[in-house]
């Protein structure tokens, strides 16, 4: 039962360079969501998708695209990364409300 | 607009007490659920309780409740006999059930730190 896989689990990128930090989820869930985690600030959305197809802003969406072509997967794409962009990103799928969260990518922009 | 608050950053309380970890809200929607989840040192997230708006008791976890105050718009974690395992932080969490599509939003988190 593997829930909701996120790699890769570091990652180190030089300013400008691109990247795409995946998830899977295998519980058929129509909900699923990125969140990026820095100290003092909790989790903030980034954004998040409702279905294949469907994708919406959160709190800080700027400098990340996604994409849902299928219900299994959501993508989040780092066009030019930046230092502020050093963080700690969460996938998360739900269910009837509860939060299913990936192992987190730790992810450093120099 | 959707917002969680959490005014404690960081908590130490004394093996075997009880402990309340505080969660203020602010929305206008009429139906929404609150939720909170653990975060030890691993880093993974763990969902402990969730109340739902209407939900006409307190939820209860095991060790775990949440004093749910509606009118106070506050959804405080309480921790009963606190144990070393439960040193981490902490995460109150909202849902807006009909705005919002829905979305999860969290607050700043609170690090507790149970002294043995």
């Known amino acids: 039962n593997a829930g909701v896989t996120q790699t890769p689990k570091f990652q180190v990128l030089k300013t400008g360079q691109s990247m795409t930090l995946q998830c899977a989820q295998d519980?058929?869930?129509?909900?699923m969501s990125w969140y990026r985690q820095d100290p003092g600030m909790g989790l903030r959305l980034i954004h998040y998708?409702?279905?294949?197809?469907?994708?919406d802003q959160g709190e800080v969406p700027n400098g990340y695209n996604v994409s849902r072509s299928t219900t299994e997967d959501f993508p989040l794409r780092l066009l030019s990364a930046a230092p502020s962009q050093t963080s700690v990103y969460f996938c998360?799928?739900?269910?009837?409300?509860?939060?299913?969260f990936g192992s987190g990518t730790q992810l450093s922009v120099l | 607009a959707q917002k969680i608050t959490q005014t404690q950053p960081g908590m130490f309380v004394q093996e075997k007490e009880a402990v309340t970890l505080d969660c203020t809200y602010d929305?206008?929607?009429?139906?929404?659920?609150l939720f909170w989840y653990k975060q030890p040192s691993s880093g993974e997230m763990i969902f402990l309780i969730y109340?739902?708006?209407?939900?006409?008791q307190n939820a209860t976890e095991g060790r775990y409740s949440l004093n749910f105050q509606k009118a106070r718009k506050s959804a405080n974690l309480v921790i009963s006999a606190s144990q070393l395992g439960d040193s981490a932080m902490y995460f109150c969490?909202?849902?807006?059930?009909?705005?919002?599509?829905?979305?999860?939003?969290f607050g700043s988190g609170t690090r507790l730190s149970i002294r043995p």
């Open positions: 998360a799928s739900r269910q009837q409300g509860k939060l299913f």
């Open positions: 519980m058929n869930h129509e909900y």
């Open positions: 998708s409702v279905g294949a197809g469907i994708t």
């Open positions: 929305t206008s929607d009429p139906s929404y659920g």
């Open positions: 109340q739902g708006s209407y939900d006409q």
């Open positions: 969490a909202m849902r807006e059930i009909y705005s919002s599509a829905s979305k999860i939003i």
